[in-house]
């Protein structure tokens, strides 16, 4: 493996580029025309335009892709994390044409990530599973028998894709119906798959995922967990390692099981086990994103582990770094700075940086595409840049982040600074470690700087 094709933009272009670098693969870049002045279009070897701004017609077109590694000579493709990253028809084109996918197998791909099969793959596992419907719900009616059997409320869910879409809560029969058909339409016009499955709702919920990595023969690695629970409308906006809510008995009882489900599956690469805990410190598998997550940095500063660099190296045959539960020290935290303004309910704020000015100093790392006149464009992710701080304790990292954040300069457009300013100085639910995954509604009274 000589050159790798990083189909993708933004920060994890960037990111997947430097670590192309630091093991001496050469890296080929894609852009739209929207993005022909990003910064990993600069970093990279070569650069290729695969398309207009639409990434259905640029990010999104495979043949574009796939035609930008073949005529640059690349070996090899890294997907980074959204777009085309857990497509299998994509990774079977790959495989046509000779091309190294840096992830997961199709295989893998169809049965975790399709959520209704994953449930059977992990309940075969021994992952324990949020009570709900065995599989794909065949209609309404079946929905209401499942959900009268485990109880209200409960989750309507896309069987495909994630990021909240073709999701409803139902607090009580009479919502059902109109609930199940707009999931139904909401799932069909995001993923063109339109299948629901059913959950209970988990009460004082925790969002927490373990990051896992497999060698694709049974060998397996647990990261660390990460707490994911600051989120708006199933978006995350920050996340930390370790969670400061779990045990250390459930701990143990989260890595072992997330073990045993990478093994059995024969997973390869990169993955994250996500969960539901409950305020009882239970825990269920809620879902599985085979790739790469945005929020890997945090694993990352707490182990000492490259996670992109181990994908790569894993893809060019060497074996796992470790196998079993990889040892951490301190706590780290992320904080997604997007183009967003809170005090509006998260309008999008596209536009440029008339200033950008990112903290430095230790403990402080800074993930990002940006740059001062960069434009932040309306068509993607609103994603500006991530803000990783890291110290002995939970305590201390939130001191270092209060630091960082005040030295944060951006100017030309709104973002998500204000926001965590305030939680990180003064919130005390958030200060304390014990908010959930409603945290954001509950807090809204007491943070100046959001209005939901």
């Known amino acids: 493996m000589k050159r790798v094709l990083v189909a993708n933009r933004g920060e994890i272009a960037v990111r997947v580029i430097r670590a192309c670098h630091e093991l001496g693969l050469e890296a080929v870049a894609v852009y739209s025309t929207a993005d022909r002045e990003g910064s990993w279009v600069r970093l990279a070897d070569r650069s290729v335009c695969i398309g207009p701004p639409s990434a259905r017609d640029s990010y999104l077109n495979q043949s574009n892709v796939i035609g930008a590694a073949e005529t640059t000579g690349c070996d090899a493709l890294h997907p980074g994390y959204g777009f085309l990253s857990e497509s299998p028809s994509f990774v079977r084109s790959c495989e046509d044409n000779d091309l190294i996918f840096i992830g997961p197998t199709p295989e893998s791909m169809e049965v975790l990530g399709d959520k209704s099969l994953a449930k059977g793959a992990m309940r075969a596992a021994g992952m324990p599973l949020v009570p709900g419907s065995e599989g794909r719900l065949a209609s309404?009616?079946?929905?209401?028998?499942?959900?009268?059997?485990?109880?209200?409320?409960?989750?309507?869910?896309a069987a495909s894709g994630g990021g909240g879409r073709g999701m409803r809560p139902v607090g009580d029969p009479s919502e059902l119906e109109a609930a199940y058909a707009t999931a139904t339409a909401e799932a069909e016009a995001a993923f063109g798959d339109g299948g629901l499955y059913l959950e209970k709702i988990v009460v004082d919920a925790h969002h927490v995922e373990v990051q896992v990595v497999g060698d694709g023969e049974g060998g397996a690695l647990?990261?660390?967990?990460?707490?994911?629970?600051?989120?708006?409308?199933?978006?995350?906006?920050?996340?930390?390692?370790?969670?400061?809510?779990?045990?250390?008995?459930?701990?143990?009882?989260l890595y072992a099981a997330a073990l045993g489900a990478v093994r059995a599956t024969?997973?390869?690469?990169?993955?994250?086990?996500?969960?539901?805990?409950?305020?009882d410190q239970s825990f269920y598998f809620m879902e599985m994103n085979t790739r790469l997550q945005v929020e890997h940095p945090v694993s990352e500063e707490v182990s000492g582990i490259d996670l992109v660099r181990t994908q790569l190296r894993l893809a060019m045959g060497?074996?796992?770094?470790?196998?079993?539960?990889?040892?951490?020290?301190?706590?780290?935290?992320?904080?997604?700075?997007?183009?967003?303004?809170?005090?509006?309910?998260?309008?999008?704020?596209?536009?440029?940086?008339?200033r950008f000015r990112p903290p430095l100093g230790?403990?402080?790392?800074?993930?990002?595409?940006?740059?001062?006149?960069?434009?932040?464009?309306?068509?993607?992710?609103?994603?500006?840049?991530?803000?990783?701080?890291s110290d002995d304790t939970r305590s201390l990292a939130l001191g270092r982040a209060a630091q960082a954040l005040a030295e944060f300069e951006v100017e030309g457009v709104s973002t998500t600074l204000p926001l965590f300013r305030e939680m990180v100085e003064s919130e005390p639910t958030f200060r304390a470690g014990v908010y959930t995954t409603a945290y954001l509604e509950e807090a809204a009274g007491r943070l100046s700087s959001l209005s939901l």
């Open 140 to 157: 309404v009616d079946e929905a209401r028998r499942v959900a009268g059997d485990v109880g209200y409320p409960v989750l309507l869910k």
């Open 222 to 253: 647990v990261v660390g967990e990460r707490e994911c629970s600051v989120q708006r409308r199933h978006q995350k906006l920050l996340e930390e390692s370790p969670s400061p809510f779990i045990s250390e008995e459930t701990r143990r009882a």
């Open 266 to 279: 024969r997973y390869r690469n990169a993955g994250t086990i996500e969960c539901l805990l409950g305020g």
């Open 318 to 354: 060497e074996p796992l770094p470790a196998q079993g539960i990889a040892p951490t020290h301190g706590h780290a935290i992320e904080f997604r700075i997007n183009a967003e303004d809170p005090s509006r309910a998260f309008l999008p704020s596209p536009g440029p940086l008339r």
């Open 362 to 389: 230790r403990g402080v790392r800074v993930d990002t595409h940006a740059y001062e006149g960069y434009t932040v464009p309306p068509t993607y992710d609103s994603l500006v840049a991530k803000l990783i701080v």
